[in-house]
């Protein structure tokens, strides 16, 4: 695979919110938390179905859609002035959009995926190689719906951490009830489902829950997600903004 050029990447990201906001004149302005760019956000079509669309998703200065702006305004507010102390931190499936933040925080921060190369390690989520109590926290983010053993992949979680860590779990939960589609020859293995939640308390002793509600509206934290144009309301009523679309949801889970 080609690396791309840092200045060429550089120059892109300036240009880009700067062309975006001549060819969109009179879209909503909105602000990203992480980037700090003002301005519309761009739409995000659906790869493996053109007549979803996603509306006011993307940041085109950073990339961030809805859920990394959420996980990063979750994340100022826990991590508890844990900047300069001696804390070890994983992210699994990491976003790049996130990293100068958890980076800025943790003295220690690595990586791990199953497949990717730009990862610290190659790791399984349902059997890590990791010690027992090897990390002050974990995030994690649309995972959980691919591994077939989802107890197993919560249960690691809550092992390779340190008593006091914490996992911070962000999921789109879909249903109500989480519902196993593996034999629908779809890439995950399930759609997960608010009783999720659940599981995480059987495996931690404490949960508080964070959704899209409780930040500014400026943000852009709901998906809104149009079908051929029109809304779908297939989702939890809890995380339902009747007509606009669906509230996020980041656990914070946390060991004792």
């Known amino acids: 695979m080609l690396s791309r050029n840092p200045y060429i990447e550089a120059a892109k990201r300036a240009l880009r919110p700067v062309i975006y906001r001549a060819l969109a004149p009179g879209k909503p302005i909105f602000h990203c938390p992480i980037c700090q760019y003002r301005g519309p956000f761009k739409d995000k079509v659906m790869s493996r179905s053109p007549d979803v ?21 979750v994340l100022k507010d826990v991590h508890g002035g844990w900047t300069g102390q001696q804390k070890r931190m994983l992210h699994i499936a990491p976003e790049p959009c996130l990293q100068p933040l958890l980076k800025s925080i943790f003295p220690v921060y690595h990586t791990a995926d199953l497949f990717r190369r730009d990862v610290d390690f190659n790791e399984d989520v349902q059997s ?81 829950c964070f959704d899209s509600g409780q930040y500014p509206g400026v ?21 339902l903004v009747p007509g606009v679309g669906v509230k996020g949801l980041v656990a914070v889970c946390k060991a004792a």
């Not at 950073?62 to 859920?67: Q, V």
């Not at 599981?199 to 949960?207: D, E």
């Not at 943000?219 to 995380?239: I, K, M, W």
């Open 128 to 208: 890590m190689s990791f010690s027992n109590g090897a990390y002050d926290f974990v995030l994690i983010s649309h995972v959980l719906l691919m591994p077939p053993d989802l107890n197993g992949a919560v249960r690691e979680l809550r092992r390779i951490l340190k008593p006091g860590g914490i996992a911070m779990i962000a999921e789109s939960c879909s249903r109500e009830t989480t519902e196993d589609v593996s034999s629908q020859g779809l890439e995950h293995c399930r759609k997960i489902g608010l009783d999720i939640i659940n599981l995480y308390r059987r495996h931690f002793q404490g949960v508080d």
């Open 219 to 239: 943000y852009q934290l709901v998906s809104r997600t149009r079908v051929n144009g029109e809304f779908s309301e297939d989702c939890p009523a809890r995380l």
């Open 53 to 73: 669309r996603r509306i006011h998703s993307k940041c085109v200065q950073c990339g961030a859609a809805e859920r990394h702006r959420l996980m990063y305004l």
